[in-house]
């Protein structure tokens, strides 16, 4: 077979489109430490608006989002829920515990049904020992459980038990949108159950940086001094933002992805070797367990020598993901490659 390159590492490599190139060259940009970029004002304007918050923050990571939105909300000392294999727990270097000093209960299944009466159960009594609860952390979509939908159903009980117990709620949102256009819904039927959520643009969206947390007015007030003290004031940054606002226009095109990681997950379902559970894959996230003779990373090297690249997820799961610059041509092309390592 003809070698080409497809890349399923992550949605995070899509590149800008030609649009959001014409878009920065000529946007109109000031200091936005002293709140004078037009576009960046724009942006977060529009980015409020859509999740159905008062004001937004565009910071230039989503990771960076996820640690202010911990520092905003809670104090040194407090503890934080979250799923076990949530971002912010696996994946942002400890930043919970570096910079806002918290300490993080991991729920094994929080982001499942199971949510709300896990979260019940992860709650403590007042006890002169115990930690001072302040937030809890979901995922939508669940990186790690493979772009999964946490349904508004459940949110709203998780959301309506952390109230009772005076808790903040804060969504990772790097993909909602992918939720929302999965289900077919407006992402406010998400958002209205959270105080703060983040969402990137450098996704799926394919802007080339940046991610917005949104919440109250006071919440973002507060935010922005901790954006400053993370160096994450950017000057004229309505060069990224120009790019943020035409990637906001594409939303309805995650759609596409979706159909890729279907097929993507339905051919290699038929391979042996390999376990997969459609109904798991709702997003643009295909999670395949390799059972037969190869590990996972064997797995891996073999496709990237073919040169579809993907990564490994554990010793035998690795993780494809879809986006803007995979087509349907290259889902055929990494099934066929994938085939003939395994057949
Ligand atoms: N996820 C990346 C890696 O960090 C694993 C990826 O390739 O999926 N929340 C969620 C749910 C994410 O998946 C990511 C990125 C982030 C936050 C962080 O966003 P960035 O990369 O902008 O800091």
Same mark, same amino acid.
């Given at each position: 077979?003809?070698?080409?390159?497809?890349?399923?590492?992550?949605?995070?490599?899509?590149?800008?489109?030609?649009? $959001?190139?014409?878009?920065?060259? &000529?946007?109109?940009?000031?200091?936005?430490?002293?709140?004078?970029?037009?576009?960046?004002?724009?942006?977060?304007?529009?980015?409020?608006?859509?999740?159905?918050?008062?004001?937004?923050?565009?910071?230039?990571?989503?990771?960076?989002?996820?640690?202010?939105?911990?520092?905003?909300?809670?104090?040194?000392?407090?503890?934080?829920?979250?799923?076990?294999?949530?971002?912010?727990?696996?994946?942002?270097?400890?930043?919970?515990?570096?910079?806002?000093?918290?300490?993080?209960?991991?729920? %094994?299944?929080?982001?499942?049904?199971?949510?709300?009466?896990?979260?019940?159960?992860?709650?403590?009594?007042?006890?002169?020992?115990?930690?001072?609860?302040?937030?809890?952390?979901?995922? %939508?979509?669940? %990186?790690?459980?493979?772009?999964?939908?946490?349904?508004?159903?459940? $949110?709203?009980? @998780?959301?309506? @038990?952390?109230?009772?117990?005076?808790?903040?709620?804060?969504?990772?949102?790097?993909? +909602?949108?992918?939720?929302?256009?999965?289900?077919?819904?407006?992402?406010?039927? *998400?958002?209205?159950?959270?105080?703060?959520?983040?969402?990137?643009?450098?996704?799926?969206?394919?802007?080339?940086?940046?991610?917005?947390?949104?919440?109250?007015?006071? *919440?973002?007030?507060?935010?922005?001094?901790?954006?400053?003290?993370?160096?994450?004031? $950017?000057?004229?940054?309505?060069?990224?933002?120009?790019?943020?606002?035409?990637?906001?226009?594409? @939303?309805?095109?995650?759609?596409?992805?979706?159909?890729?990681?279907?097929?993507?997950?339905?051919?290699?379902?038929?391979?042996?070797?390999?376990? @997969?559970?459609?109904? =798991?894959?709702?997003? %643009?996230?295909?999670?395949?367990?390799?059972?037969? =003779?190869?590990?996972?990373?064997?797995?891996?090297?073999?496709?990237?020598?073919?040169?579809? &690249?993907?990564?490994?997820?554990?010793?035998?799961?690795?993780?494809?993901?879809?986006?803007?610059?995979?087509?349907?041509?290259? +889902?055929?092309?990494?099934?066929?490659?994938?085939?003939?390592?395994?057949?």
């Amino acid at each position: 077979m003809t070698i080409r390159t497809v890349d399923l590492r992550s949605d995070t490599i899509t590149l800008p489109t030609d649009e $959001m190139r014409a878009a920065m060259a &000529k946007a109109v940009v000031g200091d936005d430490v002293y709140g004078e970029d037009p576009t960046v004002n724009q942006l977060e304007q529009e980015a409020a608006a859509l999740v159905g918050k008062e004001a937004a923050l565009f910071v230039p990571s989503g990771t960076m989002g996820n640690q202010i939105a911990v520092l905003t909300h809670t104090g040194r000392g407090d503890e934080v829920i979250l799923d076990s294999e949530a971002h912010i727990y696996y994946y942002e270097v400890g930043g919970p515990a570096m910079l806002a000093g918290v300490q993080l209960q991991p729920v %094994n299944g929080l982001l499942s049904d199971k949510g709300p009466e896990l979260l019940k159960a992860a709650l403590r009594s007042e006890d002169i020992h115990f930690p001072h609860t302040s937030l809890v952390c979901l995922e %939508n979509t669940f %990186n790690r459980g493979g772009g999964t939908i946490l349904p508004p159903n459940i $949110m709203s009980e @998780i959301y309506a @038990i952390a109230k009772q117990r005076g808790l903040q709620v804060h969504v990772d949102g790097a993909r +909602i949108f992918n939720a929302a256009v999965s289900l077919g819904i407006d992402v406010r039927e *998400f958002t209205q159950y959270c105080d703060s959520v983040m969402f990137c643009l450098s996704k799926g969206l394919a802007a080339p940086v940046g991610s917005l947390l949104a919440g109250s007015k006071d *919440f973002i007030t507060r935010a922005r001094k901790y954006r400053k003290a993370l160096g994450g004031g $950017m000057r004229q940054a309505g060069i990224l933002a120009a790019a943020g606002l035409v990637a906001l226009k594409s @939303i309805d095109r995650l759609a596409e992805d979706h159909a890729n990681a279907k097929r993507l997950a339905a051919g290699l379902a038929e391979l042996p070797g390999l376990h @997969i559970d459609p109904a =798991r894959v709702q997003t %643009n996230i295909v999670i395949v367990e390799v059972k037969g =003779r190869l590990t996972a990373a064997e797995l891996v090297n073999q496709l990237a020598e073919r040169g579809v &690249k993907c990564s490994t997820f554990g010793p035998n799961l690795i993780r494809l993901v879809t986006h803007k610059d995979v087509a349907a041509e290259d +889902i055929e092309y990494a099934l066929a490659a994938a085939k003939e390592i395994l057949c």
